[in-house]
Structure formats: C-alpha cells, structure tokens
C-alpha cells in the first residue's frame, strides 16, 4: 500500500526538495504551501496541494481534512516544515514581532500537529518529522526570535516523543544548520517591518555585521548544503525501522551538538560571539 505524508511550506527550498525526493520513491506526497498561487503550481507538477496557512487555524484543519478526504482516513507521516527567520537584536524586538513568528513557527505547527496525532493513534502508526535548526541547539547572535521558536519546538517534540512512547507514533527531529533556501531573503521585509535599527543602541553594529549579511548575496555559507541534504535525513526518518530521536545535517549542526556535550555555556558564548 502507498505510504502518504504531508510536508507543509513547499512553495521552494527544503519543503519543494522534500516534496519531490518523497514522490520519487513512491510516497503520496500531498505538498501543502500558504499561498494559493503556490499551490497551484505544484498542482501543476503532480502533487496534491491543500492549502495550509500556520497563520489560519481554519487552514489548518480544511487542509488537513483534504488530505484525509483523500486518503480515506489515514496518513502515515507529517513533516512541519514552513518557517520563517526575523533577524536583529533581542532588545530591538518588539513583542508583537515575537508574537507574529511564534505564530508561524511554532503554534502552528503545533496546532497541526494535534489535529493528526487522533488520526495516528486510530491507526496504531505514524511519524511526526519537525524541521527544527542548530539554533534550537545554541543561539547565535541576531537571531534571537527564530532561536527562541526552535528552541521552544525542540522541547515540545521532546515532551511529546516521551508522552507518545508506546503509542506507534515517532516524533523525529531535524537539525539542518546553514541549507540553501530562501529564509534570508524572506526575511527582509520582515526585519524591515519590525527593527527600527536605525534608533538602536546597535546601530554600529548592525551597520557593520547584520545589514551586509542579510542585504548582500554573498554565496553559499562555507559548509552550505543543498536542501536534498536535509530530503536524504527525511527519507531516514520516516523510512527507518527504528528512526532516531534527531538526525543533524550539516557540519556546524554537529559541531553545535558536540559544543553543548562538552563545554559549559560561557565559553560556549564565547565561542558564538566570533562568529
């Protein structure tokens, strides 16, 4: 019987790479995206596309209950995947910004998250997959309101793994670390609607780091991956027999683990503020 899984955010990068890597091995991928116009292009590429917004609760269950329509009931796995990044100073942060990520990149998720785990449960199986980041391992300057979303989702998935043990339902991590996508250049608008860095306290500062990092294409990240580097660690993990708790993707998601084993968090700081 043909496996099914829903990957959320496939309009590009890691969510379209995922999309296609899954259908070419045989699963019913429906690939969802926030935007009709999205959607209907990847209807146009052979998927199945309901539209889900993490913003719109409403979305959420009329996307999810297209899937099930069409599946008579079941699904077998779910990748939550769609975020996005709002990068600047913690204390230039308003609280509203915070509020608005949140929304997108972690209740949302969880939102979706518990409209499927009735729908595992009944079927005695599943896989829920949560696209989290190295900085739900360590938090690196500028980009305190995406560190906070993943660090908030790497201990709600911890929590709901223990809470689901025994249940048939595996809740599986992933930590990508620097992927080629368009998260930087979505942001823009973002951090333009939000950080008046202009009046900031920083303001060097981000005249001299954060303003080039985020307005110059200045090429991949030295230990840049591809997104099919993070599709081939999904394939393991809804695939596996027994999949693990968290798979790392790139270099700097391994270094970060290790960091964390093995040195106390000051000098772990001290390290984080070179970079």
Known sequence: MQKSILITGCSSGIGYDAAHGLKARGWRVFASCRQPQDCERLKGEGFESPLIDYTDAASIASGLGEVLEATGGTLDALFNNGAHGLPGAVEDLPTEALREIFEVNFFGWHELTRLVIPVMRAQGHGRIV??????????????????????????????????????????????????????????????????????????????????????????????????????AKLIQAVESPRPRARYYVTIPTYFAGYLRRILPTRVIDAILARL
Do not use: H
């Open 130 to 231: 949560q696209n989290s980041s190295v900085l739900g391992l360590v938090a690196f300057q500028w980009r305190g309101a995406y560190a906070a979303t993943k660090f908030a989702l790497e201990g709600l998935s911890d929590t709901l793994r223990v809470e689901l043990r025994g249940s048939g339902i595996d809740v599986i991590l992933i930590e990508p670390g620097p992927v080629t996508s368009r998260l930087r250049q979505n942001a823009i608008p973002i951090f333009e609607r939000f950080i008046n860095w202009q009046e900031s306290a920083l303001r060097e500062q981000y005249e001299a780091n954060l303003l080039n990092r985020l307005y110059q294409d200045n090429g991949p990240d030295r230990f840049e991956l591809p997104a099919s580097a993070v599709t």
